[in-house]
C-alpha cells in the first residue's frame, strides 16, 4: 500500500483535488481516501464511492487498499510514502499555510498551487520565495485558475458528486503528474484513468 498525504491548510479546492485523485486511482486500484470534506460527507464517517473508492473521516483500523490519500494539516513523514505541500494563492491560505511547509520541504516532495493568477504579482514565483522553494530541487506543480474548474465543484456540491467532466485541461495534467510522481514512472495507463474517470459519476 501506498501512502499519500496532502498537506496543507484545509480548503474545499484541496478537498476536491484529494475526491478527485481518489477517483482517478480507483479506475484500477483500491483507493481509501481520508477527509473532512463537508457536501459529499456531511454527518457520514464513511462513504462508499464504488467497490473500488471508499471515503472516510478518519483511518480505519482495518484498511486493505493499494493508495490511502489523507488530505491532512501536519507533516508526519514516517506517516507516508508521498508527501504533497498544497496552497492556493489566498492570502489567508498562505499565511496559514507558511508554518507548515517552513518544517522542510525535501527534494522527494512535491509543491502544488493551485488557483493561481497567471497574470497576478501574487504568481508560482512569488509563492516560491515566500515559501523559499527552489525549484530546481523541488518538484513544483501549478494550477492556474479555470472557470470551469470552479464551476464543476459547485455542480458536484449541488449534486453531492464527484463529477469530472468539466475539468479544464490544466487541472488533468496536474492530476496526472501527480500520479507519475506517486508511482515514480509515466505510465501511459494514467491517461486511460484519467479519461475513463471523467465519463463516469
Known amino acids: 500500500m501506498i501512502r499519500i498525504g496532502l ?8 478537498d476536491y483535488l484529494g475526491l478527485y485523485l481518489g ?16 457536501s459529499l460527507m456531511g454527518a457520514l464517517e464513511d ?12 483511518i480505519p483500523d482495518v484498511l486493505e487498499a493499494d493508495y490511502l490519500i489523507v488530505n491532512g ?3 508526519d513523514r514516517e506517516s ?7 496552497t492556493g494563492p489566498r492570502q489567508s491560505e498562505v499565511t496559514d499555510n507558511e508554518p ?21 504579482r501574487i504568481n508560482g ?8 522553494i527552489d525549484p530546481n530541487k523541488i518538484k513544483v506543480l501549478e494550477r492556474p485558475f479555470n472557470e470551469w474548474d470552479w464551476i464543476m465543484e459547485l455542480e458536484n456540491d449541488y449534486d453531492l458528486s464527484i463529477w469530472m467532466g468539466h475539468m479544464s485541461h ?3 495534467k496536474l492530476i496526472q503528474r501527480m500520479i507519475q510522481h506517486i508511482m515514480g514512472s509515466k505510465d501511459k495507463a494514467i491517461k486511460k484513468w484519467l479519461n475513463k474517470s471523467k465519463r463516469s459519476k
Not at 498537506?7 to 484541496?14: A, L, Q
Not at 484500477?28 to 473532512?36: P, Q, R, S
Not at 507516508?80 to 498544497?86: E, G, Q
Open 7 to 14: 498537506i496543507g491548510v484545509i480548503t474545499k479546492e484541496k
Open 100 to 120: 507548515i511547509f517552513n518544517k522542510g520541504i525535501l527534494e522527494n516532495d512535491c509543491v502544488i498551487y493551485h488557483n493561481i493568477l497567471v497574470d497576478s
Open 47 to 58: 462513504y462508499e464511492h464504488n467497490e473500488y473508492f471508499r471515503i472516510v473521516n478518519q
Open 170 to 172: 490544466d487541472y488533468q
Open 125 to 132: 514565483k512569488y509563492l516560491n520565495n515566500r515559501f523559499k
Open 23 to 38: 477517483k482517478v486511482l480507483s479506475m484500477e486500484h483500491k483507493v481509501v481516501l481520508v477527509t473532512k470534506h463537508q
Open 73 to 75: 494539516v501536519d507533516v
Open 80 to 86: 507516508y510514502d508521498r508527501l504533497f505541500f498544497i
